[in-house]
């Protein structure tokens, strides 16, 4: 793990693997270890950047309240530190809101967009939910907010039967140390504040919308109407998978995103 100051922020990040660059971006409280399950096989065709965003994991904690856009400028900041002028972003929930901000930011950057269980605009029923989670967040002991809120991660299958590596996983994650209550509630502020429909069909960066089958926190309705105002871009449904259907589907997950890569090197 390395750290740079970008502005007034101290990031960390981590780089793993050779070939094309791959920016990878958590969602709302997550950390880059929210990669784990599927980075092996990114890894094994791909650069990876690892990013942990202000207010989480082992980035420094905010002084001010921000948007995505910020967001997006401190991971524009790590690649700059690195000398890597062209690369890929995948993005997860609010990573991938993030993407979008980044794409917006620096167009000419971006060889493709991979935005995974994410959105184009907080609509009223998505601000309500990311309003009970950071009401959640200040209420409960972290282990008991991580409960709460995993119904709206994962399916009904994972609570039947977790896969071991999933529940591994999650075992792992609960040991760690949370954002503190200030820090979750600036990420979830300015998930609240995410609107960029009217700028996306700007972008023509080639983009795999990805989206969970059962995915009740950001449905596959969103990832439509997200396809929908980008110029280039494909929906793809993980089946039988929630909304961390990067952590319950990793292969199906992993499979998707090199194949698109694939078709849209860095050098293209």
Request: overall charge negative; glycine content about 8%; charged content about 20%.
């Amino acid at each position: 793990m390395a750290r740079v100051r970008i502005g007034s922020q101290e990031i960390a990040y981590e780089v793993e693997g050779r070939g094309d660059p791959v920016l990878l971006l958590m969602g709302l409280g997550g950390d880059r270890h929210g990669w784990d399950l599927v980075r092996p096989a990114l890894a094994a065709r791909h650069r990876l950047v690892l990013v942990d965003h202000r207010d989480a994991g082992e980035s420094a904690e905010a002084t001010a309240p921000y948007g995505l856009g910020d967001v997006a400028a401190d991971a524009l900041g790590v690649m700059d530190a690195l000398g890597v002028e062209r690369f890929h972003v995948v993005g997860a929930s609010m990573g991938g809101a993030v993407a979008q901000h980044l794409a917006l930011q620096a167009p000419t950057r971006v060889a493709a967009l991979v935005l995974v269980s994410t959105w184009a605009r907080t609509d009223a029923m998505l601000a309500a939910v990311l309003g009970s989670f950071r009401l959640l967040r200040e209420r409960l002991a972290p282990a008991e907010f991580l409960a709460a809120i995993a119904p709206w991660a994962f399916t009904a299958r994972h609570f039947e039967a977790p896969s071991a590596e999933l529940a591994a996983f999650l075992d792992a994650a609960r040991g760690g140390p949370p954002p503190s209550v200030a820090a979750y509630r600036r990420q979830a502020d300015a998930c609240l504040a995410h609107d960029v429909t009217a700028l996306l069909p700007l972008l023509a960066t080639p983009s795999l919308v990805l989206v969970g089958e059962d995915d009740v926190l950001t449905p596959p309705r969103y990832a439509r109407a997200l396809a929908a105002a980008l110029g280039r871009a494909e929906v793809a449904v993980v089946p039988a998978s929630g909304h961390a259907c990067f952590l319950e589907s990793p292969k199906a997950v992993a499979e998707r995103v090199l194949r698109f890569l694939a078709r849209h090197p860095v050098a293209g």
